[in-house]
């Protein structure tokens, strides 16, 4: 049997939901699911819409029941869902409910697995309890931190006799795989619905199915230090301070070159004002590529010039950030070389050798330890503290997909305030 696309309207808007799902359903997506943000947000009025405007397709209604399977199984099957989503870990009592209203009212059940421990015990259990499907799901926050579904499939794949779905990041490179590891059912998301053409993307992941020849994908989701630094390079510094939430961003630092992107980990220097001999140091003790970041307690005495910028271009090195001033500014702009500060002058310390290197410091008022990541544009510079580089990394790559697709609507002819339907979105005060 072919593997069937499931498409996750996963918005909070039902009228963008509704324009993405013609484009999925063009591009040949068997099945359109209303995700649970869209549910939440329009109410099972997304699920009724969407059973009017495609009476060919499978409406499946991520419901994540996890009480009351009865009443909201009853609820999504009389809006026209062909099949309703329940939580594995909810009580059997819940589980029996549901699939018991699913009879009554013609809806399957789907149970998805996300949260689940143990889990081939309780797919076995689910499976007695009459559930249609089992759903391996490997949820957002989880694929920020690199969890990877498909190993999730593999260990469940052959316990049960019931079909199994897939979904958590899957795409038109990774589907195949999905399918290998025993999946029936591919449930995609952001790869469709923050893609500037989702019919395109349907119709490529469709083909990567009927081809069983997975089709490259620009997206990472993996943990090794270069998948994190190519993600950086896609996005932007809001792009992180978003995922961040408003968090990282270096207050005074800014750009000395515009139009250079800085991506790399933090080689951390503490200097006394005006003393640039740790700084010229660092520049020997830091490995190619490494962002030197400079303690130097906004002193308005240079501490970094041109001839330390030669000395680190020599070196590789990735950039600098100074919480001070730096001078030669022209020679700096020639080289082309990523520099960042607080002041320019042209008026140099003096080599004193106070301060240490390798230390946790502060700089543009945020703590930057050794190893964390440094991201600088004309925007100005985050820090992400390394031992959150892969979630936040994935996070900032979801907001920059998220904008593209806003942006694909724009160009299109609406305006930013019909998109995101603002008014809708006011807080309502008193």
Not at 108 to 117: R, T
Not at 241 to 268: C, N, W, Y
Not at 370 to 393: K, L, Q
Request: hydrophobic content about 45%; aromatic content about 4%; glycine content about 10%.
């Amino acid at each position: 049997m072919e593997p069937i696309l499931q498409v996750a309207l996963d918005f909070s808007d039902l009228h963008r939901a509704l324009k993405v799902a013609e484009e999925a359903v063009e591009g040949g997506a068997d099945w359109l699911e209303a995700g649970t943000p869209l549910i939440k947000s329009e109410g099972l009025n997304a699920v009724r819409e969407l059973r009017k405007r495609f009476p060919g397709r499978k409406i499946v209604a991520d419901m994540k029941t996890m009480d009351a399977g009865s009443v909201e199984v009853e609820m999504a099957a009389k809006a026209g869902a062909d099949v309703v989503v329940i939580l594995g870990v909810s009580d059997d009592s819940t589980v029996r409910e549901a699939v018991e209203a699913g009879k009554r009212y013609g809806a399957e059940v789907m149970a998805d697995l996300i949260g689940v421990e143990r889990m081939a015990e309780r797919a076995s259990r689910l499976e007695e309890l009459g559930v249609s499907y089992l759903c391996v799901h490997v949820g957002i926050d989880q694929q920020m931190r690199g969890v990877n579904p498909i190993k999730v499939l593999k260990e469940l794949s052959g316990r049960v006799r019931i079909p199994l779905a897939i979904a958590g990041g899957i795409n038109s490179e990774t589907a195949v795989e999905a399918v290998e590891a025993g999946a029936s059912i591919v449930i995609v998301g952001g790869a469709i619905i923050k893609a500037a053409d989702a019919s395109e993307a349907t119709r490529r992941i469709k083909e990567a199915l009927k081809s069983r020849r997975p089709l490259a994908s620009p997206k990472y989701r993996k943990g090794g230090v270069e998948e994190v630094k190519a993600l950086l390079l896609r996005v932007s510094t809001p792009n992180i301070s978003d995922a961040m939430h408003r968090r990282g961003e270096m207050k005074g630092i800014k750009p000395l070159v515009s139009g250079l992107k800085m991506v790399g980990q933090a080689f951390t220097v503490r200097t006394f004002p005006g003393d640039w001999a740790k700084p010229i140091e660092a520049i020997e003790q830091a490995k190619p590529g490494e962002i030197l970041v400079v303690e130097a307690q906004g002193c308005d005495r240079a501490v970094w010039g041109e001839l330390a910028t030669y000395s680190a271009v020599g070196r590789r090195l990735g950039g600098v950030v100074i919480d001070g001033a730096v001078r030669d500014v022209e020679v700096i702009r020639q080289l082309s070389f990523p520099v960042f500060a607080r002041e320019i002058t042209p008026t140099a310390g003096d080599p004193k050798g106070f301060g240490e290197t390798g230390v946790e410091i502060t700089c543009g008022g945020v703590k930057v330890r050794p190893g964390d990541w440094i991201v600088g544009d004309d925007n100005g510079v985050v820090v992400i503290p390394r031992e959150m580089a892969v979630e936040i990394a994935n996070r900032a790559e979801d907001v920059r997909e998220k904008e593209e697709r806003i942006r694909a609507e724009i160009r299109a002819g609406s305006t930013l305030s019909e998109v995101l339907k603002i008014k809708k979105w006011e807080k309502v005060l008193g």
